[in-house]
Nanobody, 127 residues
Framework: QVELVESGGGLVQPGGSLRLSCAAS????????IVWFRQAPGKEREDISC????????SYADSVKGRFTISRDNAKNTVYLQMNSLKPEDTAVYYC????????????????????RGQGTQVTVSS
């Protein structure tokens, strides 16, 4: 059974940092790309970062580039999103999702469809 579980969200002040985790089970990360996306109330889904098994294959949306870093630990079957210099506009529910192919697009997305996602973790950036 495929499952993705996010953790690590919370309340942080502007300029602060958080690290989100996405623990995968029921499959190995090598099969697929993992996409982090976020959704704020009243806004569309925004794909923000992608990682695949291809060495060096990561990508970011312009809105987070230079502030967020995606990484993966194959031994733990877990993907991380390190978020630094957080801004109030980063407030959203953050989700990780599995893309059906190990391909990342150039802007934190994947050209493959997303077939599973986690339940999400809330990130709130506020003073």
């Amino acid at each position: 059974q495929v499952e993705l579980v996010e953790s690590g969200g919370g309340l942080v002040q502007p300029g602060g940092s958080l690290r989100l985790s996405c623990a995968a089970s029921g499959f190995t990360l090598d099969c697929c790309a993992i996409v982090w996306f976020r959704q704020a109330p009243g806004k569309e889904r925004e794909d923000i970062s992608c990682v695949s098994r291809v060495v060096g294959s990561t990508s970011y949306a312009d809105s987070v580039k230079g502030r967020f870093t995606i990484s993966r630990d194959n031994a733990k079957n877990t993907v991380y999103l390190q978020m630094n210099s957080l801004k109030p506009e980063d407030t959203a529910v953050y989700y990780c999702a599995r893309a059906r192919l190990p391909l990342c697009g150039p802007k934190g997305d994947s050209p493959a469809s997303l077939d599973y996602r986690g339940q999400g973790t809330q990130v709130t950036v506020s003073s």
